[in-house]
């Protein structure tokens, strides 16, 4: 294999690792709010990206106004979630909520069955399919939208933890979430906050990946299980965990597909999950306290 397949391969595996970085993101904003996992979050990337295709050619409206519907009506869907069957849940214990995340999965999935059917629906590419050539290998506009937003999204997390009220709160329920109560912080209100904004980064993950892979009422489900492993890669709780883990799986995973077989694509992640947990279950960035 040339060096020029190599530089390919690492271009795809950047793009695809954008994504799973995104919804890791999401992952770790609910298992600092709640200590549980919100197997749920793939179905906020599938919303994202069928509400935006099947709105933009229904209404006939341009993709950008579809693309904000579709953040809306998503963080809507996760505010619901909270309310709805987290919230009167949370003093039943960590396993209870997992399982709720998961009935909400297949009830999300159900519903968008019901609604869009079966087939793959597309979204057209923001900036066109010319591709751009660069070092001898060729990255596709869209793939520039991924990393884009993921970067944006890195750092506009950071600026929110940082820098506002509202993030500090989170921080302290994640550090410590007793002495967030005695300082007077409401724990109800920091896990909605984690559930909006999961969702919203959720949906935006799954806008900017349609026009590179079209989307279904299906694809929330891998795509959720390999945010998942970046995650844990990274380091649960961990934002910049998270970035690079998604980072680093996508790119191990197009690796391994291009140099060994595409067959272990999908096997590629789960085998790096088990190893992590095995050798170092606190993930590479994985701090105490979800530390982001």
Not at 41 to 59: K, N, Y
Not at 167 to 192: D, F, Q, W, Y
Request: aromatic share 8%; charged share 10%.
């Amino acid at each position: 294999m040339t060096s020029s397949q190599v530089w390919q391969l690492l271009i795809s595996g950047l793009t695809i690792g954008g994504i799973y970085a995104l919804i890791a993101l999401g992952f770790s904003l609910i298992y600092n709010a709640t200590n549980a996992i919100n197997f749920a979050q793939g179905e906020f990337v599938m919303l994202g990206g069928m509400i935006t295709a099947a709105s933009s050619s229904a209404w006939d409206i341009p993709l950008w106004l579809a693309a904000v519907f579709a953040v809306v009506v998503t963080t809507l869907v996760g505010l619901l979630l909270d309310r709805a069957a987290i919230r009167p849940a949370r003093n039943a214990g960590i396993v209870v909520v997992i399982i709720i995340t998961i009935g909400a999965s297949i009830f999300i999935r159900g519903l968008a069955s019901i609604i869009w059917g079966p087939d793959e629906r597309p979204v057209a590419a923001f900036s066109g399919d010319m591709p751009i050539r660069l070092w001898g290998g060729a990255i596709a506009p869209q793939s520039l939208w991924v990393l884009g937003t993921t970067l944006v999204i890195a750092v506009a997390m950071y600026v929110i933890f940082e820098y506002t009220i509202v993030g500090k709160a989170m921080r302290a329920c994640a550090v410590n979430p007793h002495a967030a109560r005695l300082c007077g912080i409401e724990m109800s209100r920091m896990i909605t906050w984690s559930f909006v904004l999961a969702a919203s980064i959720g949906a935006i993950a799954g806008i900017v990946l349609a026009p590179i892979t079209m989307t279904q009422y299906t694809v929330g489900i891998m795509l959720g299980l390999k945010g998942f492993c970046a995650a844990v890669l990274g380091g649960l709780g961990s934002g910049l965990g998270g970035i690079a883990g998604g980072l680093i799986l996508g790119v191990l995973e197009s690796l391994g597909a291009g140099l060994i077989s595409s067959q272990y694509k999908d096997a590629i992640a789960f085998i790096i999950l088990i190893v992590m947990l095995l050798v170092r279950p606190r993930g590479i960035f994985g701090k105490p306290g979800g530390e982001w």
